[in-house]
């Protein structure tokens, strides 16, 4: 496991934009997969995106169907931070927004990751 805080969230107008940054800890961070899930009303969490660990070739990355193509996910190996940024917000993107970790491959299932952030809100209104 590995400590994990988020960044970014706040009250956005609909068709607005917002970055979400998600920060690590410890020298192991660019070894694992970093995600991004939502908890919305409903109280089930959403996968949104993640990225594999940092390579030569370039981190895979992985996205889910909520967003329509709104959003792109990278990360900064010289300080264990990635970052979400999202297009077009919705008022149905309003949710707690996780930063959630794993060792190895990038997966879409909530279970399979054992780190997870706080959560930070984003509240998108018309």
């Known amino acids: 496991q590995v400590q994990l805080d988020e960044f970014g969230g706040r009250s956005v107008l609909a068709g607005d934009s917002l970055r979400l940054s998600c920060r690590g800890s410890g020298p192991t961070f660019n070894s694992y997969a970093v995600a991004w899930f939502r908890q919305t009303s409903a109280k089930e969490r959403e996968f949104v995106a993640a990225?594999?660990?940092?390579?030569?070739?370039?981190?895979?990355?992985l996205y889910g169907r909520y967003m329509d193509g709104r959003v792109s996910i990278d990360r900064d190996e010289r300080d264990n931070s990635m970052w979400m940024q999202m297009t077009q917000l919705q008022n149905g993107d309003t949710a707690v927004y996780y930063c959630?970790?794993?060792?190895?491959?990038?997966?879409?299932?909530?279970?399979?990751?054992?780190?997870w952030g706080r959560g930070t809100q984003v509240i998108v209104s018309s």
């Open positions: 990225i594999g660990e940092v390579v030569r070739s370039g981190s895979t990355r």
């Open positions: 959630a970790a794993r060792p190895g491959a990038p997966r879409t299932s909530p279970e399979d990751y054992d780190s």
